[in-house]
């Protein structure tokens, strides 16, 4: 059974390129959601997915960054022109509704780095 | 608002000891479901223990179990028989009920595990 996967685990980037991570979650599940986490503090929530459909988005998501999960199994944070503001862990998690506690599993996270 | 506050920024254990972590928290929805995460230096989220809202009985997973005060709104995390591994960043965390999605983080406690 394998787990929730992200790539790349790193990213090192200049100012104004754009970035994407993808996340593979857990194959049954069919809740997606992305964080950010800066050091030093706790997760933040970004955006969710329940299988294709993007249900809710963060205030903290400009509109430079955009989520896609096409066919209901893996997802693509795009982040566009990154600023130096940018630079954090990016988590994702995949959780299946209906399982009781609905608990969420977390990947090991994309670090991003933006010079 | 949900709310989720954790005091203790750091704190220290002897080896085999038992140690609690203090969390706090702030919903106006009956429904709610309280989870701890342990975060090695590695970065991935690792689930321990889930404690929802309604039930009567104190949740426990091997050495971790959660002393639920829900009048008092808290919710510790107590971990048995301290080793050496558990050395790691510990968040509490909440998701409010009704089919809620979005799970909250406090700012975590880092636990030292003296040999």
């Known amino acids: 059974d394998t787990g929730v996967s992200q790539n790349p685990r790193h990213k090192i980037t200049k100012r104004g390129q754009n970035v994407t991570f993808r996340c593979d979650p857990i194959s049954e599940h069919n809740r997606l959601y992305w964080y950010r986490q800066t050091l030093g503090q706790g997760p933040e929530f970004l955006t969710y997915?329940?299988?294709?459909?993007?249900?809710?988005k963060s205030r903290l998501l400009s509109d430079r960054f955009s989520a896609e999960r096409p066919k209901g199994s893996f997802s693509t944070l795009e982040i566009q022109r990154t600023e130096q503001g940018d630079s954090a862990m990016y988590l994702c998690a995949s959780s299946l509704v209906g399982g009781g506690a609905d608990t969420q599993y977390f990947g090991p996270g994309t670090r991003l780095t933006v010079l | 608002a949900q709310k989720i506050t954790q005091t203790q920024p750091g704190m220290f254990v002897q080896e085999k000891e038992a140690v609690t972590l203090d969390c706090t928290y702030d919903t106006s929805d009956p429904s709610y479901g309280l989870f701890w995460y342990k975060q090695p230096s590695s970065g991935e989220m690792i689930f321990l223990i889930y404690?929802?809202?309604?039930?009567?009985q104190n949740a426990t997973e091997g050495r971790y179990s959660l002393n639920f005060q829900k009048a008092r709104k808290s919710a510790n995390l107590v971990i048995s028989a301290s080793q050496l591994g558990d050395s790691a960043m510990y968040f509490c965390?909440?998701?409010?009920?009704?089919?809620?999605?979005?799970?909250?983080f406090g700012a975590g406690t880092r636990l030292f595990v003296k040999a």
């Open positions: 404690q929802g809202s309604y039930d009567q």
């Open positions: 965390a909440m998701r409010e009920g009704g089919g809620g999605f979005k799970t909250i």
């Open positions: 997915f329940q299988n294709e459909a993007q249900l809710e």
